[in-house]
């Protein structure tokens, strides 16, 4: 069973970049058909879908982050990342890694976390 | 304010059926699969239903999903005490090219 754990900073300064890191075990990133997928939920707030990206570096971005986010690979670490450049406060939430090989399908995630958007 | 509509809460007594209802468009429910989460404080959201009405291994079968036409819903028969969460529904979006998520919906046994 594929299991999923994120890290980076919890703390992050206004109009930097915030950078997260999904370590993959249990299996390989380059299994065929699997997505591996951003989420993120705000305190007090709902799920919101940030991205993904294919085995073959093909991404799709939620239009609202588009242009701030990017999500790559790195196959020789088993691993895949996110960066949101330009934060403001409204990114502080806790961020969840997650894969899938159906489009809304999420499983299983990463146990989440937190990073908070503050000087 | 999320693509996919779900009401902000529901409750129920220990034992009686509950449903969440989700409701979206053509170019999400309407023309794609369906899928709940369950959501618990601190911990990361679980998969409930899979592609409409499917249930994951592990999944208790009080738990039950269906869709027709632009509008799903989740049930969850004899209710427990345990079954306190969040419950999320989400689909892929043709139009935006990416999964949409409901705004969650909080689920009290009262």
């Known amino acids: 069973q594929v299991q999923l754990q994120e890290s980076g900073p919890g703390l992050v300064k206004p109009s930097q970049t915030l950078s997260l890191t999904c370590s993959v075990s249990?299996?390989?990133?380059?299994?065929?058909?699997?997505?591996w997928s951003w989420i993120r939920q705000p305190a007090g707030k709902g799920l919101e879908w940030i991205g993904r990206i294919y085995i073959s570096g093909s991404t799709n971005y939620n239009p609202s982050l588009k242009s701030r986010v990017t999500i790559s690979l790195d196959t020789s670490k088993n691993q895949f990342s996110l960066k949101v450049s330009s934060v403001t406060a409204a990114d502080t939430a806790v961020y969840y890694c997650a894969t899938s090989y159906s489009s809304g399908q999420f499983d299983p995630w990463g146990q989440g976390t937190l990073v908070t958007v503050s000087s | 304010q999320s693509v996919l509509t779900q009401p902000p809460s529901a409750s129920g007594t220990p034992g009686q059926r509950v449903t969440i209802s989700c409701s979206g468009s053509?170019?999400?429910?309407?023309?794609?699969?369906v899928y709940w989460y369950q959501h618990l404080p601190g911990t990361a959201p679980k998969l409930l239903i899979s592609r409409n009405n499917q249930r994951p291994s592990g999944v208790p079968d009080r738990f039950s999903g269906s869709k027709s036409g632009t509008s799903a819903s989740l049930a969850i028969s004899g209710l427990r005490s345990e079954d306190e969460a969040d419950y999320y529904c989400a689909a892929w979006d043709d139009s935006l090219s990416g999964v949409v998520f409901g705004g969650g919906t909080k689920l009290t046994a009262l």
């Open positions: 053509n170019s999400n429910i309407g023309s794609n699969y």
């Open positions: 249990g299996g390989s990133i380059t299994i065929g058909s699997y997505y």
